[in-house]
């Protein structure tokens, strides 16, 4: 295991989506101090159980390990790990009430949480039971459907270290890093599409990617609409043809290509929201009674706001316009930004301008920071972004 988590360090050195310390990159190791049986004897204690030998070994090279992709987790020191029923309550319950995962549930239920605690992703170990009489090894995250299992925790390790030489082969050096550029910003929010056009055919065509971009794509659509916006759709034909980055983007690229020989700003497949009025749509009582059989977390007191984006969000895919904007103005004031955005574009979509532009505000206010381009990569908010809105916005 030691050789692996050697290897995993200097690949997530090479791959640079972290920051590191001085000392980290000089022996290009991420580990820590080990674990003391003291530590590790305390904590079998407070959990009353005695952790499997492979998660000992681990502790014994280091007592802890850092994220080391956008698809990994972070280890906890040992004093740190817990049963994930009393870290996450709420997750146990939502799997646990549901019949057709029952078995999933009550892995969960007994399930330790070693890595991933506020993550995207966790990592989970699971005692043996009655069904089951090995340790269970479990990735588990909102975007994977069910569990990922390994044999064990050195088969994870692998599996990250294979993922890592993957995503680093043919690099010599680190990447840069990830760092946010105000000028593209301050760009788009003058209108001033010359030099969008510029700076982000410039970042893309020398492989770069900032942290507020939602990776190519984003500046892809910049481009198309910065190449609309000057005329420029021949000479992005051509920036297409001689990017770097073409495996793997093919359908994307070609989708771009295919808006610039047609001369369109925007490609549909890749809208980042679109509202369509519905034949047939759901209604609120219908949303309800979704809530009550597969998510009652949301029947909470403290899980108000979740529960009106919950609705919200539904409504958007599946509802009605009239139903959207009832519900959104009664509660406009608790929201996650995404959905002042979708109310924008539902404004929009029913022809009313200023609604969308108050809406656009509201976004604008919690995202301008790192989600600030959306609106602009949207084909029925683009047109409403005028100087006089965007100049409020900045001041």
Same mark, same amino acid.
């Given at each position: 295991? !030691? ?27 991420? $580990? ?33 390990? #850092? ?8 280890? !906890? ?49 699971? #005692? ?53 550029? %105000? ?8 209108? /001033? ?21 939602? $990776? ?24 297409? !043809?001689?990017?770097? %980055?073409?495996? $793997? ?16 700003? &925007? ?7 679109? &509202? ?37 969000? &539904?409504?958007?895919?599946? $509802?009605?316009?009239?139903? %959207? ?15 002042? &955005? ?51 916005? /900045?001041?």
């Amino acid at each position: 295991m !030691l050789k692996t988590l050697k290897e995993i360090s200097k690949k997530t050195l090479l791959l640079n989506d972290f920051d590191f310390s001085d000392e980290q990159v000089k022996t290009k190791w991420l $580990g820590t101090l080990v674990a003391q049986d003291k530590e590790i004897c305390d904590t079998e204690k407070r959990l009353e159980i005695k952790l499997p030998g492979d998660y000992l070994e681990f502790l014994k090279i280091s007592n802890g390990f #850092p994220q080391t992709s956008s698809i990994s987790c972070s280890f !906890l020191s040992i004093d740190k790990i817990d049963y994930l029923k009393t870290l996450d309550e709420d997750l146990v319950e939502i799997w646990s009430k549901n019949e057709d995962l029952k078995e999933v549930g009550e892995a969960l239920t007994s399930s330790i949480l070693i890595g991933g605690l506020n993550e995207e992703q966790q990592f989970l170990i699971i #005692p043996p039971s009655e069904k089951v009489s090995k340790w269970r090894y479990w990735k588990f995250a909102s975007w994977i459907p069910g569990e990922e299992e390994f044999t064990s925790l050195k088969e994870y390790f692998e599996s990250d270290l294979s993922f890592l030489k993957e995503q680093t082969k043919n690099l010599k050096t680190a990447k840069p890093k990830f760092v946010t550029d %105000f000028s593209l910003r301050k760009a788009v929010f003058n209108l /001033d599409w010359e030099t969008v056009y510029f700076l982000s055919s410039n970042y893309i065509a020398e492989g770069k990617l900032y942290g507020y971009y939602n $990776g190519i794509s984003d500046l892809l659509a910049l481009i198309l609409i910065a190449s609309g916006k000057t005329n420029r759709f021949q000479e992005l034909e051509k920036l297409i !043809l001689n990017l770097k %980055f073409k495996k $793997g983007n093919e359908h994307l690229l070609n989708k771009y290509s295919e808006a610039a020989q047609e001369k369109k700003l &925007f490609v549909a497949d890749f809208q980042l929201d679109k &509202f369509t009025i519905k034949t047939n749509p759901i209604s609120l009582e219908d949303i309800e009674v979704q809530i009550t059989e597969v998510r009652k977390d949301l029947l909470k007191e403290k899980n108000k706001v979740a529960k009106l984006d919950y609705q919200l969000y &539904f409504l958007f895919e599946y $509802g009605s316009p009239e139903d %959207f904007v009832n519900l959104y103005e009664e509660n406009h004031t608790n929201l996650f930004l995404t959905t002042h &955005f979708k109310a924008a574009i539902v404004y929009s979509t029913l022809n009313q301008i200023e609604n969308s532009k108050t809406a656009l505000k509201r976004y604008f206010k919690v995202a301008f920071e790192y989600r600030p381009f959306d609106p602009f990569l949207c084909e029925s908010l683009l047109p409403l972004l005028n100087k006089e809105l965007l100049n409020k916005l /900045d001041n």
